[in-house]
């Protein structure tokens, strides 16, 4: 039921990105470049997302416990701490290069693009890193 | 990089699109109570790291089945333009994946599920991905 019901979400955001037009990194690229071919439609992915998770989460929390796990794992945290900043500026900066984040990435395989094929596997590898020196230090949750 | 390819504004299908992501946002809170991050998502998917993984692997699989359950129902293949230069797209999956990890999150987890909680560190996150991006492309597009 878990794998079922986990498959098919990932396959309504999957649609969602693809009827988004943010499967086409240059649909992102062109976002990003207020300066040259601006294509604003990304605000309005991001837009209509925020704003249908916002009042979507709101009914979903009157509840005590999701629907197939023990408990709700939010993020808590609240302090601006300098991994937050660097991560997120060496993120912007590959998605700048790329046109892609892990979501639209992960869509992109099946059409198998070469640029794609290079891309998963050193994002992937990425992860891994981060993850082996963040493990490395001492947690502060 | 496909130097500036114009690509037309979509606002309707992007703003229905943007709808369907915050959809499967919600199911998966409402289902197993987790963020919807893909990066967290892919990152938690390897067995044994966690024990809700196989959830999340079948979540990426979803991902993966996307573009063909939209080719199956419209018959017209999903349109993409992909840089072909793969020193810089080898360069740019392993900054995505390093710093989306380090930054606890990426364009799902701190764009849309953090913004939705009105969390102020996504709110942070993403204005510094956001303006490195905007950065990097008027480097490589404008002054190069």
């Known amino acids: 039921m878990r794998i079922i019901l986990g498959f098919l979400s990932g396959l309504l955001f999957g649609v969602g990105l693809v009827v988004a037009g943010m499967s086409d990194p240059a649909k992102v690229l062109n976002f ?58 060496i993120f912007g900066i590959g998605w700048g290069i790329g046109g892609f984040c892990p979501g639209p990435a992960w869509t992109a395989l099946p059409l198998a693009a070469p640029g794609t094929l290079i891309f998963l596997p050193a994002m992937l590898l990425g992860m891994a890193l981060a993850t082996v020196l963040k493990e490395r230090k001492p947690v502060t949750a | 990089m496909p130097l500036d390819t114009i690509t ?10 943007g709808v369907l992501i915050g959809l499967s946002a919600v199911l998966v809170m409402a289902l197993f109570g987790r963020i919807a991050g893909i990066s967290g998502i ?38 993409q333009t992909v840089s072909g230069n793969l020193a810089a797209m080898a360069v740019a999956g392993l900054l995505v994946g390093f710093g989306t990890v380090t930054g606890s999150g990426c364009t799902s987890g701190h764009g849309v599920c953090g913004l939705a909680r009105l969390s102020q ?24």
């Not at chain 2, 008027?138 to 002054?143: A, S, Y």
């Open chain 1, 32 to 89: 990003l470049d207020i300066f040259g071919t601006w294509d604003p439609s990304l605000a309005f992915v991001m837009g209509g997302a925020a704003i249908t998770t916002f009042l979507g989460y709101r009914l979903v929390w009157r509840r005590e416990k999701p629907l197939l796990l023990a408990d709700f794992q939010v993020p808590r945290r609240s302090d601006i701490d300098r991994d937050l900043l660097l991560g997120a500026a």
């Open chain 2, 8 to 17: 037309p504004f979509t606002p309707l299908a992007s703003t229905l699109g």
């Open chain 2, 42 to 79: 892919t990152t938690g998917a390897v067995p044994a790291r966690r024990d809700d993984w196989p959830w999340r692997l079948a979540f990426v699989a979803g991902l993966i089945a996307a573009p063909l359950l939209v080719l199956a129902v419209t018959g017209a293949p999903v349109h």
């Open chain 2, 121 to 144: 560190r996504s709110l942070v996150a993403v204005l510094t991905f956001m303006a490195t991006a905007i950065l990097t492309v008027l480097v490589l597009r404008h002054l190069f």
